[in-house]
């Protein structure tokens, strides 16, 4: 039974019933939900898993939270609040765009090795909106930390009329999904990989994104027969 002071284990058995203050309970529960959601998934995952990873009854859990959904969007709201905050910590600390756009790929490095579990829900449900709001949340956030940063010099270019920085702007937003999702995969494959030390892979998530923004900046496209063209030897 839940008070305001614990509630008690219910599939401890008799004898070994433990007590839990209510906000340690449900800390408790978060907890086992990211680890299960992170392994399964959002679709895979029932109540009845977190409730026998966490050693409660499926009614205890339900004491504490309502639904599957209500269960899932408190956990990747705790995610999407960490993870912006040392986002928007490490550029803000940082003057210059390909400045900015290393220490957000440190970030990602530091946060994937340090909370494994959370990173496997990001990277499952991230374009998959559906599952809730919350990653929805974090997606709109990358993309406009990541168009603040191609955009940081162009917005202060007293040169620039306002129709050039327009096409600038939709310029930007074109590019935020590819290196969002350049970095993530680099992670990700990273962690699979770790006999890649991880200084080379951030440098060359770095100079993917970098050099290739850099060669659409300067105003190069592939033409319309580029396709066939023999590649250079």
């Known amino acids: 039974m839940t008070n305001t002071t614990g509630d008690t284990a219910g599939d401890a058995g008799p004898g070994a019933r433990r007590r ?10 978060l907890q086992v939900a990211l680890t299960e959601f992170g392994r399964r998934g959002y679709h895979s995952t029932q109540m009845e898993h977190v409730a026998g990873a966490a050693q409660v009854s499926k009614a205890l859990l339900y004491q504490h939270f309502a639904s599957k959904e209500e269960l899932f969007a408190e956990v990747t709201a705790s995610i999407v609040t960490e993870l912006t905050a040392r986002l928007n910590a490490a550029v803000l600390a940082e003057q210059g765009s390909v400045d900015g756009i290393r220490a957000m790929v440190r970030v990602l490095f530091d946060y994937a090795t340090a909370e494994p579990d959370a990173w496997n829900l990001v990277v499952r449900h991230l374009d ?12 709109e956030r990358l993309g406009v930390a990541f168009a603040d940063l191609l955009l940081r010099r162009r917005r202060r270019d007293p040169a620039l009329s306002p129709a050039e920085l327009a096409v600038n702007e939709h310029r930007a937003r074109l590019l935020v999904p590819l290196m969002y ?11 699979e990989h770790p006999d890649t030390s991880r200084e080379k892979a951030e440098q060359m998530a770095v100079e993917f994104i970098w050099l ?4 659409l900046r300067s105003g190069e496209r592939l033409g319309k027969d580029s396709a066939m063209a023999p590649e250079p030897r």
């Open 128 to 139: 998959k909106p559906e599952v809730g709001l919350e990653l929805r949340d974090l997606r």
């Open 212 to 215: 290739g923004l850099d060669r």
């Open 20 to 29: 839990m203050p209510h906000a340690r309970r449900r800390e408790q529960l």
């Open 181 to 191: 999702g350049s970095m993530l995969s680099m992670v990700s494959w990273w962690l």
